[in-house]
């Protein structure tokens, strides 16, 4: 059982570091392009994925407003994001809220034709019964 145990645990961090490897963005390896990295972790699955996770990757954590929109490395949501919502008026021209206004008013429209239909098949053929 302890015989297994190294080997294990340097298959899983090959595959872990070359799977990082793999989804790490290129502008974040460091040293090597990262077709190299690749390279490195796939020949040298020991040395190359030590090698990769402590010179190969950038590990700075990202602020609020970075290259991602991320706070401390995770997505942030965009209603969390005040520049997004603000981002959100500005783009909304008023000639958007007019095409909303008439979108709205023609499915009223459409609603209320419907409706009279359902009603007209509803009621008896001689009409209405009093």
Do not use: Y
Request: aromatic share 6%; net charge neutral; proline share 9%.
């Amino acid at each position: 059982m302890l015989r297994i145990l190294p080997p294990l645990l340097v298959l899983a961090l090959w595959i872990w570091a070359f799977i990082d490897c793999l989804t790490t963005p290129e502008q974040e390896a460091r040293h090597l392009p990262k077709v190299a990295w690749v390279i490195i972790v796939l020949l040298f699955p020991l040395v190359g994925s030590i090698a990769w996770l402590v010179a190969g990757r950038q590990r700075a954590a990202r602020t609020a407003g970075g290259p991602s929109g991320a706070r401390g490395g995770r997505p942030t949501a965009p209603d969390d994001d005040p520049e997004f919502l603000a981002s959100l008026d500005k783009e909304t021209p008023h000639k958007d809220a007019r095409h909303h206004e008439d979108m709205l008013k023609r499915w009223e429209a459409d609603l209320r034709r419907r409706e009279e239909e359902l009603r007209g098949r509803d009621e008896p053929e001689d009409g209405p019964r009093r």
